[in-house]
Nanobody, 120 residues
């Protein structure tokens, strides 16, 4: 059974930091590109960051570049999102995604999300 379980969200003041985790099980984690998305009320889902299967390549949305860092530990089947200098506009549900392309299909898994609220 495939599972992606996010944790680490919460309420934080502007300028603060949070570290999100996404624990994966039920599939070969090390072969999947991992992504963090976020969705704020009334807005479209936004890709925040992604990391290659081996962790050697990362990419970020312009809105979080320099403030967020994505990383992964393939031995622990976990991907992380370190968020610093948080702003009210970072408030959203943050979702973890695992995706792998093969020659015949796309394997695509999602977690349930963790709420991040940035407010004073």
């Amino acid at each position: 059974q495939v599972q992606l379980v996010e944790s680490g969200g919460g309420l934080v003041q502007p300028g603060g930091s949070l570290r999100l985790s996404c624990a994966a099980s039920g599939f070969t984690f090390s072969t999947y590109v991992m992504r963090w998305y976020r969705q704020a009320p009334g807005k479209e889902r936004e890709l925040v960051a992604h990391i290659s299967s081996a962790g050697s390549s990362t990419n970020y949305a312009d809105s979080v570049k320099g403030r967020f860092t994505i990383s992964r530990d393939n031995a622990k089947n976990t991907v992380y999102l370190q968020m610093t200098t948080l702003k009210p506009e970072d408030t959203a549900v943050y979702l973890c995604n695992a995706r792998r392309f093969t020659t015949v299909r796309v394997d695509d898994y999602w977690g349930q999300g963790t709420q991040v609220t940035v407010s004073s």
